[in-house]
């Protein structure tokens, strides 16, 4: 506020080249030529903001929405997001979380990033995206790298927002990268550990039973239905960091490398 409001917040709003944060994360989705669609989960009262957005990409046929009944967070958004891949038979796809609000300019440098989490997905880690911290920032939640696996490192711990001095610590210990809230996994990895550690989620989630899939504008909607409002609306709302990723033993992380800006504040 004021530039971002509730009706219309900051995914909206046109910060480079007369496109928004939401298409600018669209383009650099579909940069990797992903296998699979681009799906965008949204809370269904911004519906028609998303489709005005998405016209642009219809003709790629890779475009698609779920609509949130209620905002949930972040954990039951992708988990509704993997359960329409698995009731479309797609459950072991590899997944890219990407909120729709971070500025990247370097595409070159976030696909080579994006290829290495790939690697540790697919060996069966929850990856999440580590930037190398500039200046101690209070503002984002940190990890803590471990010792080396395959092509990133597995988290030691995740931290809080963390007062200056704590923020200066980190930096000097040269462990730490903030959080960026990228994630990548297989969707019957991210499953399977929600379930582990927040069963809740999955047991509301899993009372869907057809994607109800339609098209509007050339763009694929899905779980767009009474049965699926009634199940979302029941899962706990909670992030995917507090549900599952400080629980897991599988979170692993890479160090990203490409310029990076988080415009939440």
Known sequence: WPASLSKFPKQY???????????LTIERALALKPAGKVYIIT?????DHVISECR??????KMAIVP?????????????????LELSGKSNSSLLVLPADHMIEDIEKFKACVEKADILSRE???????????????????IQQGEAKSTGHIVKSFKEKPDLETAKKYLDAGTYLWNSGMFCFL?????????????????????IRET?????????????SQESSDAY???????????????????????ADFDWNDIGS
């Open 68 to 84: 949130e009944p209620e905002a949930r967070n972040t954990a039951p958004a992708i988990g509704i997001a993997v359960r329409a």
């Open 212 to 224: 109800h899939s339609y098209m509007r504008d050339g763009i694929e909607i899905l779980m767009d």
């Open 56 to 61: 642009q990409f219809a003709s790629t046929g």
């Open 233 to 255: 609306t029941k899962s706990p709302s909670n992030s995917i960091d507090y549900a599952v990723m400080e629980k897991s033993s599988l979170a692993a992380v890479v160090d």
């Open 124 to 142: 069966g880690n929850l990856v999440t995206f580590g930037i190398k911290p500039l200046y101690p920032e209070t503002g984002y939640g940190y």
């Open 187 to 207: 969707g019957s990895t991210y499953w399977s550990e929600l379930t582990r550690h927040s069963p809740a989620m999955t047991d509301a989630i899993a009372a």
């Open 43 to 47: 809370i269904k009262t911004q519906m």
């Open 13 to 23: 709003i046109k910060v480079k080249e007369n496109k928004s944060l939401l298409a």
